[in-house]
């Protein structure tokens, strides 16, 4: 950390500044000019972390070189890390898709749903049974019964199953009947529930914030590793920009620089990036060039009832043409499915 003081700070805002450091346990290397002087601070990061230096008297600007993660970082680890579950595999050359519908509505729709897609190559599941809707008079999901429903479907089909955690009291029963466990985009800085998923064995699906910067995901994957949860799928699932057109803007560029910056696996979530199913095939091609590990589309077996999602939602033969060729786009990055 670098803390530069106003032109001209006394020597006693100096000291002041210094003994303060001194006393947290950080070490200190003055750079003294006639006008400024720059304070570097050497510590560990859980220290520096915890030194707010802004509102001191003489300070000007303080800059933080240390990353506000480190487990999840590749100078920590430079192997990708690899996510299985089940036949499943996301990362480190593996690809994996997960398909499904936005909720689960019948046991009927799960398991012809299920089937369809497994038929044609999906790895995984989705299905949500709490879901977080905008409207408190939207449908809200199935909760337990849905719960079941899905992992009935997922078994039948040969699939694990992954379904969203909506709060913190839910994870025992969601990790009761679901193989991974999504933490969704308006739970992504739900550090409670973070630090509950790390205490859990079941891998966690972490969905990017709608407003999240790139560090900010990573700060929160953190929060599941260190509590000792390795497992951990980031998802782009576009962000809040000014566009109204498509649903939220896809960030591919993210996908792109969460492989510089993290091991973990990073998948792409086209149908609530784009919110339209016309664009669903094209990101999810875009999504395998920026060098994505995974994808996790909707699918539904009859979106014009859907009760959640619909018009996002790919049908049976769309998700089937989707998937024709994947093998080979996927093999053109080095990955297979
Ligand atoms: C979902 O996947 O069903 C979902 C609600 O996604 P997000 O949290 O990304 O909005
Ligand atoms: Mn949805």
Same mark, same amino acid.
């Given at each position: 950390m670098l803390i530069v003081m106003r032109d001209h700070a006394s020597l006693q805002e100096i000291e002041h500044v210094v003994d303060h450091l001194h006393s947290a346990g950080a070490e200190t290397h003055l750079s003294q000019g006639e006008v400024k002087t720059v304070i570097g601070v050497i510590g560990e990061r859980e220290l520096i972390y915890t030194l707010d230096m802004e509102g001191f008297a003489g300070v000007a600007e303080v800059i933080r070189v240390l990353k506000p993660y480190k487990l999840v970082g590749r100078d920590f680890q430079a192997e990708d890390t690899v996510v299985r579950v089940g036949s499943a595999e996301f990362g480190g050359g593996a690809f994996g898709v997960i398909a499904g519908p936005c909720s689960v509505e019948s046991s009927e729709q799960m398991r012809s749903v299920a089937a369809s897609v497994k038929a044609v190559g999906a790895s995984m599941l989705r299905g949500g049974a709490y879901k977080p809707r =905008?409207?408190?008079?939207?449908?809200?999901g199935m909760g337990l019964d849905g719960l079941k429903l899905l992992r009935e479907a997922g078994d039948a089909a040969g699939l694990p199953v992954v379904t969203e955690i909506l709060d913190v009291r839910d994870a025992e029963v969601v990790a009761e009947w679901a193989d991974v466990l999504q933490v969704g985009a308006r739970n992504m800085q739900n550090f409670m529930m973070l630090e509950e998923l790390g205490k859990m064995r079941k891998p966690v699906l972490l969905k990017r914030g709608l407003s999240a910067t790139i560090e900010e995901v990573l700060s929160s994957a953190e929060y599941v590793l260190k509590g000792g949860n390795r497992d951990v799928i980031l998802c782009e699932r576009g962000i809040r920009t000014?566009?109204?057109? =498509?649903?939220?803007?896809?960030?591919l560029a993210a996908v792109a620089a969460f492989k510089v910056l993290t091991h973990l696996p990073v998948i792409v979530d086209p149908s609530h990036a784009t919110g339209r199913r016309d664009l669903i095939a094209p990101m999810c091609r875009a999504a395998v060039a920026a060098g994505a590990d995974g994808l996790i589309v909707e699918v539904h077996p009859d979106p014009e009832h859907a009760k959640c999602d619909g018009p996002q939602s790919l049908d049976v033969p769309m998700f089937a043409a989707l998937m024709d060729g994947m093998d080979a786009r996927v093999a053109l990055e080095g990955k297979h499915l």
């Open positions: =905008t409207s408190p008079y939207a449908f809200q000014f566009e109204t057109y =498509t649903r939220n803007t896809l960030d």
